[in-house]
């Protein structure tokens, strides 16, 4: 993997964290997924198993708080399966990077 294609992966890993507070952004989240479906995909190619296995993550979805506004915190579990989303994201960036 080429240096510059490895930092691209690591900045998505690191982009996360801001992706973590107790009030999220819809339209940051899905911007920063979308980002990394695209980078994954300069990087490893439209049908590579590394972009599969991003898209198969079980990433909270935000359009299915029937009910709630938009502005309104996530309760402990959605919190909790926002969390287990990003962290098995930066888990998987983590092992592309090494190989």
């Not at 979805?61 to 506004?69: A, L, T």
């Not at 962290?87 to 592309?96: K, T, V």
């Amino acid at each position: 993997m080429k240096p510059e294609d490895k930092s691209k992966i690591q900045s998505l890993a690191s982009d996360l964290n801001g992706l973590k507070s107790r009030s999220p952004e819809e339209t940051k989240f899905k911007d920063w997924k979308d980002k990394a479906e695209r980078n994954l995909e300069e990087v490893f190619g439209k049908s590579a198993d590394q972009l599969a296995r991003f898209k198969s993550i079980k990433f909270f979805e935000f359009g299915k708080r029937q009910g709630v506004p938009k502005e309104t915190p996530l309760n402990e579990g959605e919190r909790a399966r926002l969390i287990s989303g990003l962290e098995e994201a930066r888990r998987l960036l983590s092992r592309f990077t090494e190989s």
